[in-house]
Antibody, heavy 118, light 110 residues
Framework: EVQLVQSGAEVKKPGESLKISCKGS????????IGWVRQMPGKGLEWMGI????????RYSPSFQGQVTISADKSISTAYLQWSSLKASDTAMYYC???????????WGQGTLVTVSS | QSALTQPASVSGSPGQSITISCTGT?????????VSWYQQHPGKAPKLMIY???NRPSGVPDRFSGSKSGNTASLTISGLQAEDEADYYC??????????FGTGTKVTVL
């Protein structure tokens, strides 16, 4: 059974750094693109970026380029999303998403709620 | 990459059919047969309902169907049921591999 298990909710202050994780199981971690999707409170879904763990090829949405870093550790089948300096506007739910085909996401993590507040 | 355009809300009575449109450009919806549709209930992760324009994953009721014409894709829900009340998002593959989501449509069952 394919599963994506994300790290727990975080409460941070502006300016702090953060790295959240998504552990995949039940499939070949290095063979599929895995990405991160942001959902701000009451708003829609936005692709942030995507990585192919097999060769670490990483693509970012222009809106998120330079704002976050996506990485993966294939030895532990885990993808990461990190910020070096959080802003209040980063408050959102973040989902990891497994692309099983072009533009097709069959599997989603449970979501990680990130709250940034002073 | 701009979000694909969907109506903000669509409503229907139980048993009726509704259609949600998703308009993009020749660089996304019109350029590839890789349009997906997702259902999201409040507080839950999205769920894939349609992929590659008109294919249903195993377990998705055949009340859900998809189509595409030019730069516009559509999701039709036939025989609307109370549990279909949710937010729906279209998504299209793009050349960056990243994909782009639609603006989202709230479906209300009257």
């Amino acid at each position: 059974e394919v599963q994506l298990v994300q790290s727990g909710a975080e409460v941070k202050k502006p300016g702090e750094s953060l790295k959240i994780s998504c552990k995949g199981s039940g499939y070949s971690f290095t063979s599929y693109w895995i990405g991160w999707v942001r959902q701000m409170p009451g708003k829609g879904l936005e692709w942030m970026g995507i990585i192919y763990p097999g060769d670490s090829d990483t693509r970012y949405s222009p809106s998120f380029q330079g704002q976050v870093t996506i990485s993966a550790d294939k030895s532990i089948s885990t993808a990461y999303l990190q910020w070096s300096s959080l802003k209040a506007s980063d408050t959102a739910m973040y989902y990891c998403a497994l692309q099983t085909g072009p533009g097709r996401v069959d599997y989603w993590g449970q979501g990680t709620l990130v709250t940034v507040s002073s | 990459q701009s979000a694909l355009t969907q109506p903000a809300s669509v409503s229907g009575s139980p048993g009726q059919s509704i259609t949600i449109s998703c308009t993009g450009t020749s660089s996304d919806v019109g350029g590839y047969n890789y349009v997906s549709w997702y259902q999201q209930h409040p507080g839950k992760a999205p769920k894939l309902m349609i992929y590659e324009v008109s294919n249903r994953p195993s377990g998705v009721p055949d009340r859900f169907s998809g189509s595409k014409s030019g730069n516009t894709a559509s999701l039709t829900i036939s025989g609307l049921q109370a549990e279909d009340e949710a937010d729906y998002y279209c998504s299209s593959y793009t050349s960056s591999r990243l994909g782009v989501f639609g603006t989202g449509t709230k479906v209300t069952v009257l």
